[in-house]
């Protein structure tokens, strides 16, 4: 029989979307206004922003992304002109993504909003707080990265 004193709400990882969902609105809100870009889309942009000319490949290593939702982002991105995609002279079935001046600048402005928002959403926090939020969040994430991709044993009642 399930557990009738279970809390949705206080479920982690429901509640990790919901707040994840909530905190990243206004956010979405102004990049897509301003650029006609989706979250794919600018995930990408700011890997590239961040750390020069990567593959689409290492960029869904680091940003945790499939590669058909990169490939959508990258295509769009280039038919904006925000990126420019060149082939790797070595591995011809390679590409190497890199901004274009307009990708630059349209990273600029948004890692700037990125920054004065990132203020905005943890203003009422103290700075113990806002350190121990990130802190916990990065412990969930490499918790996340290392284990599998369904519960434990133990969690599902199994022992």
């Known amino acids: 029989m399930p557990d009738d ?3 949705l709400t206080f479920f982690l990882p ?5 707040a994840a969902e909530a905190s990243s609105m206004q956010f979405q809100q102004f990049y897509k206004d301003r ?3 989706l979250r794919t889309e600018w995930r990408v942009l700011f890997h590239l922003g961040l750390y020069g000319q990567m593959t689409a490949r290492d960029i869904g290593l680091r940003a945790k992304m499939h590669k058909t939702k990169i490939s959508r982002a990258v295509q769009k991105l280039s038919e904006r002109r925000f990126v420019i995609r060149a082939r790797d002279e070595d591995d011809r079935r390679v590409e190497r993504l890199s901004l274009t001046a307009q990708g630059r600048a349209a990273y600029t402005v948004l890692h700037a909003v990125a920054q004065r928002y990132d203020a905005e959403l943890t203003a009422e926090m103290t700075q113990s707080e806002r350190d121990a939020l990130r802190q916990l969040l990065l412990k969930l994430q490499y918790r996340g990265m290392a284990g599998s991709d369904r519960p ?3 969690a599902a009642g199994k022992t």
Not at 14 to 18: S, V
Request: hydrophobic residues 30%; proline residues 0%; glycine residues 8%.
């Open 35 to 37: 650029y006609g870009m």
């Open 152 to 154: 434990s044993d133990k």
């Open 14 to 18: 429901y509640l990790l979307n919901q």
């Open 5 to 7: 004193d279970f809390d």
